[in-house]
């Protein structure tokens, strides 16, 4: 803090999403990033975007339970089936498009592990 007793933190928000890519002829997305520091109640507008990728064609995630041990196509923390949960891990697909060849398509597949999520290692 530069002020003595503000009410600042290194708090940000962020969120990652996609737009039509409009210099594409084809059904592709741009991914973005949007950063905003501090966070505020509005998830989508404020802070700054930067593009991340062109050419997206898909963008899937699946989210690991751990009580049903499989990932799943959804994730609600505010109901009742999940509430004060988080998935163990996220699964993220995603499929670009070769800028150099259009027919071809590169497929990307990672899993992200989250560690803030209480309970054992069951995944």
């Given amino acids: 803090r530069y002020i ?3 009410k600042e933190s290194d708090q940000a928000e962020v969120s990652y999403f996609l737009e039509p890519d409009d210099e594409s002829e084809e059904d592709l997305w741009v991914l973005k990033k949007r950063e905003q520091s501090p966070p505020d109640t509005d998830l989508k507008e404020g802070g700054r975007s930067s593009v ?3 050419g997206v064609s898909e963008l899937n995630f699946r989210y690991f339970d751990s009580i049903k041990g499989e990932f799943v196509e959804s994730w609600d923390s505010s109901s009742m089936d999940n509430i004060n949960r988080l998935p163990r891990a996220v ?3 995603l499929i670009v498009q070769d800028p150099t060849d259009p027919e071809l398509k590169h497929r990307f597949l990672t899993t992200a592990f989250l560690a803030m999520a209480p309970g054992p290692n069951d995944f």
């Fill in 4 to 6: 003595k007793d503000a």
């Fill in 52 to 54: 991340l990728f062109k």
């Fill in 91 to 93: 699964e993220i697909l």
